[in-house]
């Protein structure tokens, strides 16, 4: 069975939820994606998490090993390929166990950039929050992201 590395950096790092969609799938690690900053973009449905190129800013991120199903599943969920796109990256994972640090590739889900910035639920919201707590990451990530997308969306 072939298992794949998947990076996680918003509703998919909230771990009760991601053990009901991706019943296989178990926690890798933790790293930086480096030059990315998060944004809350999306549609008419709601603003969720992507992340976008941007100079000297860094993204915290879980990495699961996922099944082949798992990774189905996420598909669905991220709304691939119309949504949401998979590219790859390679990150220097530091081990939840080990505290070892290897250089892994991964996929990772990022939403079609020309969707608009928007304002997300605080459902959402609380739903990534949960996740930051439980890896650790400084929840600043999320309410700047929310900030820059009070201050540039076409929302009132």
């Not at 599943?73 to 949401?84: A, H, I, K, V, W």
């Not at 991964?106 to 919201?125: K, Q, T």
Request: with cysteine.
């Amino acid at each position: 069975m072939r298992k794949r590395y998947y990076i996680a950096y918003g509703s998919n790092l909230n771990i009760p939820q991601m053990r009901m969609r991706c019943p296989g799938a178990r926690i890798i690690g933790t790293s930086v994606i480096e030059d990315y900053q998060l944004l809350f973009k999306g549609s008419k449905t709601g603003s969720y998490l992507t992340i976008e190129p941007k100079e000297g800013a860094t993204v915290p991120v879980a990495v699961w090993e996922v099944t082949e199903q798992d990774e189905l599943s996420l598909d669905r969920y991220e709304g691939y390929p119309n949504f949401y796109y998979k590219t790859e990256m390679t990150l220097d994972i530091k081990g939840i166990r080990t505290g070892k640090i290897r250089r892994r590739q991964a996929f990772v889900y990022i939403m079609h950039e020309e969707r608009e910035l928007g304002i997300p639920s605080w459902f959402y919201v609380n739903t990534c929050l949960d996740g930051y707590r439980a890896f650790g990451f400084e929840e600043q990530y999320l309410f700047d992201a929310i900030e820059v997308s009070r201050r540039d969306s076409h929302e009132d």
